[in-house]
Nanobody, 121 residues
């Protein structure tokens, strides 16, 4: 059983930066692949970024490549999403997710509650 709690969201102007954090409970954090998703009203949830158990491999949606960076600290049981060069299209609720398997075909095992990111023009 894993609980995920996001923080770091807020209001920022276009071109600005934010860093999101996701704190995980338990002693098995390093056994999960982690990721970030986002959702805008009227749209389906979309994948943003993912990271392997050791942090050695990362994956990004095309829309955020070169602007966002995902990282993790397995000692602190925390995953981060550094977001730079934000634009209004990045406005969404960002949610942290954990999966026991790194297979892209498997379902997410645990979801956080989400944190709001709003980018003004």
């Amino acid at each position: 059983q894993v609980q995920l709690v996001e923080s770091g969201g807020g209001l920022v102007q276009a071109g600005g930066s934010l860093r999101l954090s996701c704190a995980a409970s338990g002693r098995t954090f390093s056994s999960y692949v982690m990721g970030w998703f986002r959702q805008t009203p009227g749209k389906e949830r979309e994948f943003v970024a993912g990271i392997t158990r050791s942090g050695g491999q990362t994956y990004y949606a095309d829309s955020v490549k070169g602007r966002f960076t995902i990282s993790r600290d397995n000692v602190k049981n925390t995953v981060y999403l550094q977001m730079n060069s934000l634009n209004p299209e990045d406005t969404a609720v960002y949610t942290c997710a954990a999966k026991r398997s790194g297979d892209t075909t498997t379902n997410v095992d645990y979801w956080g509650q989400g944190t709001q990111v709003t980018v003004s023009s």
